[in-house]
Every structure is written in structure tokens, then in C-alpha cells.
């Protein structure tokens, strides 16, 4: 197994007990832990630069958008976008999500019109849509999840988005079946069907490689709180002439080229999508971290969390009563596992899994409607990234079965 436990001492909030018990952080889907990197790199803007963007003449006005406009060519090239153009910074995937949602999905979808979404969707890809969809007249479609492959049923995708689907709008890595969805070859299906493509890549940016133009998305969104970036900050992905002719969502100063009483024309590329004064600290931060994570390897990380998601799998699934969901033992996953037990509720699982100083997730993970799907109303996700270990899952997996035959 590949080993980055080197890069521990990089993150602080790791050295340190909980409950008396030195802490495991599997709790990464939710958010990742920050390197030292990211932190010195906010906490240097604040002490040194800290001033608004853009239309300052000043010194520190100077650097501050030296820096931020940094951070979003940085941000260009990490995803491999054509231009810096094509890059919002955003308040996160879901505000990202939002934002298509309300100027490209208002301005492109009426009544009579399909959005096609899959059964594993995050709620911040699925919430906006049925939002659209009442205001709009539009109905929603979905690919299903094949409960025991964890996979999307993919037969006559194309067929299917043929038949008055407008947009395809699916999750990279799903958030607690640990599915890496085929988005390349999908998005290549709707681009024949001419079929706008979004992909939530919360899951994904800051876990291997991503390249938007070998991906073929219209839109990608992701936050930077997922991939050791701070919370509160984000990106979203467009094609040029998607953006250039969407209307703004959000009015107010920086999105404007012109104001009168009467009327209003609007900024160019990117900065008609980010009004007011932006989370400067945030995009800092974000390029840090995505300096960070090139350091390391996309790639390595990658492996590690496949890896670490496949050793998991398979010493959870071997304690007796406990269901895995997602991809079976053996097939490929991404870095998480989500699970439940016959007798002991997941809530409880966490809660005595906490006393034991082991951070898991419990409930139904913003997938609720997957849940319901697979008849069960929680689970408990042990999420795991670059500095976890397989040596503190052989302590989670001990821990779970000393608290099953206690409870069971």
C-alpha cells in the first residue's frame, strides 16, 4: 500500500487526542483537514496584505489582487481549463450548482423540457433542479444505482437523453457509495445528443487528477474545504461561450461595466459571476492548497484513497451483520465506505466510535433519497485522504466490533 504518512506532520488538528484517545479523522467526505501550507498562506494575507481587489491603486490593494488573480490562473491550470476566463470562484459546490441553475437553467429550460440526474446525486445537485423544474415546468429524470453493483444503470443513455433532456447533471465520485461514475464517457454521449453536461466534483478535485477538457463537461463545480482548501470557497467551471452567454445571478459592484439610474451593462469574463467583495482569503488559500496537493501527486493521492477505500471495504465487510454499500468487496472504489449494521443504529455507531476518539459520519449523507431507495434511513461513512493509514482502519474495525458485541 502506498504510504503518505509522512505528510501527517503537515496538519496540525491531527496531532492531538480526543477522549484520551489519539484522534482518527475519517470524516474527510464532509471536509478535509488543513496543512500548515494553507494556514500560514491565509494567516501571511492577513497579517501582510490584507486589502479589497481589484479597483484599488494602493500597495497592498495591488498584492492582495495580484494574489487572488493568481489563485484563479492557478485554478486554471490545476483543472486544465482552456482560459482563466472560464473559471467563477464561488461560495462552494452547491452555491456553484446554484449559480448554473439560475442563469444558465432559467435562460435554457421551459416547460416540456427534461434534466436527467442519477439516483446517487448529493442533494446540492439535486435540490437546485427540482427547484428549476417547478418554476420552470421542466421534469427531472434519473439514471438508476444497481444497488448491489453500487454502479449506474448506463443502458441507452443515449436513447434516453435524445428524448428532450436538455441537461446532464451527475456526481463524480458519489459521496457515499464511494462510485467513480464513467464522466468522461458520459459527457461524451450527451455532447452527441447535444446535451449540456454538469459534473459535481466535489468528491473528485481534490482526490486525483482532473482535466475539464479531456472530462468534456460544460460546468464542473467543487469546493476547496474538500481537497485541504478553507470552507466557504469554490470554483465553477464553464465553457466560454456557456458563460459569455448566461446572465449574471447575483447584481451588485465588480459584476457591473457601467450603472445609471435607468440601466446597467454588465463586466466581462469571469467577474460578471462574482459581485461584492470576493472571499480573498479563501481563493489564497486554495491556490495554496492546490500547490500543496500537486506536491504531493494527484496521483499518488488517488492511489492511496483507492487503496485505503479497498482495505476498508474489506475489513468492515467481515465483521458479521455489517452491510456495505457501493461497489462489492474487490470491485474499485474511491476513499470512502459507508455502512450499517443489522442491530446497532448507525447514530450510535459514531457516537461510541467518538468516545473512542474516531471521527465518522453518520445519517444519510445529503443522499437521502438513496437511502430510502435502499431501505434503510442511515449509515455511518469512514471517509479517509492522504495522511490516513490502514493501521487506524484495523483500529476503527476493532473498535466497531468490541462496541457491536457490546450493544449487539
Not at 89 to 111: C, E, K, M, P, Y
Not at 256 to 265: A, D, L, R
Request: with cysteine.
Amino acid at each position: 500500500m502506498l504510504d503518505l504518512s509522512s505528510y501527517r506532520a503537515d496538519f496540525p488538528v491531527l496531532d492531538q487526542d480526543v477522549n484520551g484517545k489519539p484522534l482518527v479523522y475519517f470524516d474527510n467526505g464532509a471536509t478535509t483537514q488543513k496543512p500548515r501550507q494553507v494556514i500560514e498562506a491565509i494567516t501571511r494575507y492577513y497579517e501582510h496584505d490584507n486589502s479589497n481587489v481589484h479597483r484599488g491603486t494602493h500597495t497592498l490593494s495591488t498584492r492582495a489582487t495580484d494574489a487572488f488573480e493568481a489563485a484563479r490562473q492557478r485554478t486554471a491550470t490545476y483543472l486544465n481549463a482552456a482560459s482563466s476566463d472560464e473559471i467563477i470562484f464561488t461560495g462552494g459546490t452547491t452555491d456553484g450548482i446554484n449559480l448554473v441553475a439560475q442563469t444558465w437553467g432559467r435562460a435554457n429550460i421551459q416547460a416540456g423540457d427534461k434534466i436527467m440526474l442519477t439516483e446517487m446525486e448529493h442533494h446540492s445537485n439535486l435540490v437546485p433542479w427540482q427547484i428549476l423544474a417547478e418554476a420552470t415546468g421542466a421534469t427531472l429524470d434519473y439514471l438508476k444505482v444497481e444497488e448491489k453493483a453500487g454502479q449506474l444503470d448506463l443502458t441507452n443513455l443515449a436513447e434516453r437523453l435524445a428524448d428532450g433532456v436538455k441537461l446532464l447533471a451527475f456526481v463524480h465520485i458519489s459521496n457515499t457509495l464511494g462510485t467513480v461514475n464513467p464522466a468522461a464517457e458520459m459527457c461524451a454521449i450527451a455532447q452527441k445528443a447535444g446535451v449540456t453536461t454538469l459534473v459535481d466534483g466535489a468528491q473528485s478535485i481534490g482526490h486525483q487528477p482532473v482535466d475539464v477538457q479531456t472530462l468534456g463537461c460544460d460546468f464542473y463545480a467543487a469546493g476547496a474545504h474538500k481537497m485541504a482548501g478553507p470552507t466557504g470557497f469554490g470554483v465553477l467551471y464553464g465553457r466560454k461561450e456557456l458563460l459569455d452567454a448566461m446572465p449574471p445571478w447575483r447584481g451588485g459592484g465588480e459584476m457591473i461595466k457601467t450603472v445609471t439610474y435607468e440601466h446597467s451593462t454588465w463586466n466581462s469574463l469571469p467577474y460578471k459571476f462574482e459581485a461584492g467583495t470576493p472571499d480573498i482569503a479563501g481563493a489564497i488559500g486554495f491556490g495554496a492548497a492546490m500547490d500543496y496537493l500537486d506536491a504531493v501527486g494527484r496521483d499518488k493521492i488517488q492511489q492511496h484513497d483507492q487503496e485505503m477505500g479497498a482495505y476498508a471495504a474489506e475489513q468492515l465487510g467481515a465483521i458479521p451483520g455489517m452491510r456495505l454499500l457501493g461497489p462489492p468487496v474487490g470491485q474499485p472504489r474511491a476513499g470512502l465506505v459507508a455502512f450499517a449494521h443489522e442491530t446497532v443504529h448507525s447514530e450510535d455507531i459514531c457516537t461510541l466510535a467518538d468516545e473512542a476518539g474516531i471521527a465518522l459520519r453518520g445519517g444519510h449523507h445529503c443522499t437521502m433519497p438513496m437511502h430510502d431507495k435502499f431501505g434503510i434511513s442511515a449509515s455511518a461513512r469512514a471517509s479517509f485522504y492522504l495522511y490516513n493509514t490502514p493501521e487506524e482502519v484495523d483500529r476503527l474495525v476493532k473498535t466497531l466490533t468490541r462496541l457491536i458485541k457490546l450493544l449487539g
